[in-house]
């Protein structure tokens, strides 16, 4: 019995399967070792500067905050509900100027 070719198509499905099957594992594996490895770790001794670490994230948030604000804003212009006018005071009242 001859052997027969596999199609160019076939092959190169077959390929992207393994090679997907691979990449997903591969991810699993190292999802699952810095899982153990963060279980592992022993915890991080408290440093007395450690109650300014805090203060410092509330201004990120705030930002944060702030910059979500303005794509609504932006987002309400957009679609012709706030005038450039209206879009400008708003920004300003948020950003204080």
């Not at 997903?24 to 279980?39: E, Y």
């Amino acid at each position: 019995m001859p052997l027969r070719r596999r199609r160019p198509l076939a092959r190169m499905a077959t390929t992207a399967v393994v090679a997907g099957t691979a990449a997903h594992m591969g991810a699993k594996s190292a999802q699952r070792s810095a899982a153990a490895d963060q279980d592992q770790a022993p915890p991080a001794p408290a440093a007395a500067d450690e109650p300014a670490a805090p203060e410092a994230a509330a201004p990120e948030t705030a930002e944060s905050a702030q910059i979500e604000q303005l794509k609504q804003f932006a987002a309400l212009k957009d679609q012709g509900i706030l005038t450039e006018e209206e879009f400008s005071a708003k920004k300003a009242q948020i950003l204080g100027l």
